[in-house]
């Protein structure tokens, strides 16, 4: 199993794309090991979207808003379908 901070080793963010339920699930139990948190909370505590956002800081968000979204569908972004 890679590590998800790994991820952005290169990059301030990285956009996690999750297709399922149980991949979303996985997600979140993996971030949280690793000692992620979203919004201050146990990622485990929290919802998950087919999109998700990992910083450097060991943060995750939502994809919210016109800045993220612009963000996520620029081909500068780095996108990773978790697996």
């Not at 301030?12 to 149980?22: M, N, P, Q, W």
């Not at 979204?69 to 996108?79: A, E, I």
Request: proline content about 1%; charged content about 30%; some cysteine.
């Amino acid at each position: 199993m890679n590590s998800l901070i790994d991820l952005t080793k290169e990059k301030k963010r990285v956009f996690i794309e999750l297709d399922s339920k149980e991949k979303k699930l996985a997600f979140l139990k993996q971030a949280q090991e690793e000692g992620f948190t979203i919004g201050g909370k146990e990622p485990t505590k929290c919802r998950c979207d087919s999109v998700m956002i990992l910083h450097q800081d060991y943060t995750i968000n939502h994809v919210v808003g016109a800045i993220t979204t612009m963000l996520y569908h620029s081909n500068q972004s780095v996108k990773v379908k978790y697996e």
